[in-house]
């Protein structure tokens, strides 16, 4: 990336480039085209949403979800899945790009590489299926691909956090429990918790370790794997994999064109199950940001409202942050609510609610919202 003047001549001029569709990017699309600003959004993969992960949509999401149309994603649940949501979002996004000209969403598409100049951005997308190139032009940027564009120069988020070890899959196989279930091994700390996917039609398996314990990644994965067996939930839907969801963090807000959202600016610790509602409360700020700024008379004025924009992000993430902290130093705590077992001798009988589940759950996220 680079301040000098641009070589290659723009195919397309827009107001605001989004880079990147999960979450965040979906929701600063559609609040983008809520704005009047002509929005070109591109995905790296395709538009299927595969993430299993459950999720509690917050309240400051559903009600940024409200203002973009989409009033109840939860259908009255307190908790999805980052599929159900991104299908949701993706299907407004389909039906806005359908019947606005100046909105273009294009799936399997990848900003490859940057220049951002004082008074615009220039990037080249790359078709991912047939490997042509093109450049475009945007007033501003929003940064929502979880970090990536870091190997395009953008400035890397720092590690803030102890590394935490998760392993997760979908199995297809009827939950034969209700609400959440799991258990402790009382040797490890480990924790493998169990939840129904929407409309329980299978089953997610979570494997959790201590935070700040050195595991070996082939050996979590196997684990999980004869814990599967054990329980006979059966082929897991998409290959599992084992993540260090470590917390990472800008040292600073952005000052330039290029407004970081969601897991860009920051990822917090997986307990806390904030990212998703943090990513879309992000991309609709950054995207009103983005209008608010280009209705200023000047340039000085345009930037900074655009600075103003990030700052209130950088902000919502620093208290993300604390707080995922706080969950990750509180888990050998709480994590004793739940059955304790040797987790290789499991069967489903091993595995439980702990007692107060759902009062520390109304207690630390409120009521369950209204199905409207
Ligand atoms: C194991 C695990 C469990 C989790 N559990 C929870 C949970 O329970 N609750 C919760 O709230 N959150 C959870 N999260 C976090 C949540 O998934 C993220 O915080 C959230 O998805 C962030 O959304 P985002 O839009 O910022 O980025 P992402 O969802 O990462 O989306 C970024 C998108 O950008 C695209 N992209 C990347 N590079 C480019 C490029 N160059 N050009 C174009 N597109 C690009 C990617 O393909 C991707 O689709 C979990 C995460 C993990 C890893």
């Known amino acids: 990336m680079s301040e000098d003047a641009p070589v290659d001549r723009p195919a397309q001029t827009v107001d605001l480039l989004v880079a990147g569709l999960g979450p965040g990017g979906c929701a600063a699309a559609l609040a983008a085209r809520a704005e009047g600003l002509s929005t070109l959004a591109v995905e790296a993969r395709g538009p299927q949403a595969t993430r299993g992960q459950l999720v509690l949509v917050r309240s400051g999401a559903q009600a940024a979800l409200r203002r973009l ?3 109840d994603i939860t259908e009255g649940r307190r908790t999805t899945t980052i599929r159900h949501v991104e299908n949701r979002l993706r299907g407004a996004l389909a039906a806005a790009s359908s019947s606005a000209a100046v909105f273009d969403v294009h799936w399997n598409t990848s900003v490859a590489s940057l220049t951002v100049t004082t008074d ?5 997308l790359c078709d991912e299926t047939t490997g042509s190139t093109r450049v475009v032009r945007a007033r501003h940027l929003i940064d929502a691909s979880g970090g990536r564009l870091e190997a395009l120069g953008r400035p890397a988020r720092l590690r803030t956090g102890p590394s935490h070890l998760v392993t997760t899959a979908e199995y297809p196989v009827p939950p034969w429990f209700e609400g959440i279930v799991g258990v402790r091994d009382p040797h490890s700390a480990e924790l493998y918790l169990l939840f129904p996917t929407w409309g329980r039609q299978g089953v997610i398996a979570y494997l959790d370790a201590p935070a700040g314990r050195v595991v070996d990644p082939q050996a979590f994965a196997q684990r999980f794997e004869t814990l599967a067996e054990r329980l006979a939930l059966g082929p897991p839907q998409y290959a599992p994999w084992a993540v260090d969801v470590f917390q990472r963090a800008l040292a600073r807000p952005s000052t330039d064109r290029v407004l970081a959202i969601g897991d860009a600016v ?4 997986v307990l806390l199950g904030a990212g998703l509602s943090t990513a879309i409360e992000d991309g609709a700020e950054a995207a009103y940001g983005v209008a608010a700024a280009q209705q200023q008379p000047s340039a000085q004025q ?8 990030s700052a209130s992000i950088f902000k919502r993430h620093r208290s993300g942050a604390l707080r995922g902290r706080l969950m990750l130093g509180l888990r050998p705590l709480w994590a004793r609510a739940w059955p304790a077992a040797a ?15 759902w009062p520390a759950v109304r207690l630390v996220f409120g009521r369950r919202p209204q199905a409207s």
């Open 69 to 71: 149309g989409l009033p």
């Open 120 to 124: 615009h951005v220039q990037a080249t």
């Open 266 to 269: 920051g990822t917090v610790d």
């Open 302 to 309: 345009e930037l900074t409202l655009t600075q103003q924009a």
């Open 343 to 357: 987790l290789p001798d499991i069967n489903r009988n091993s595995v439980g609610p702990p007692p107060l589940l």
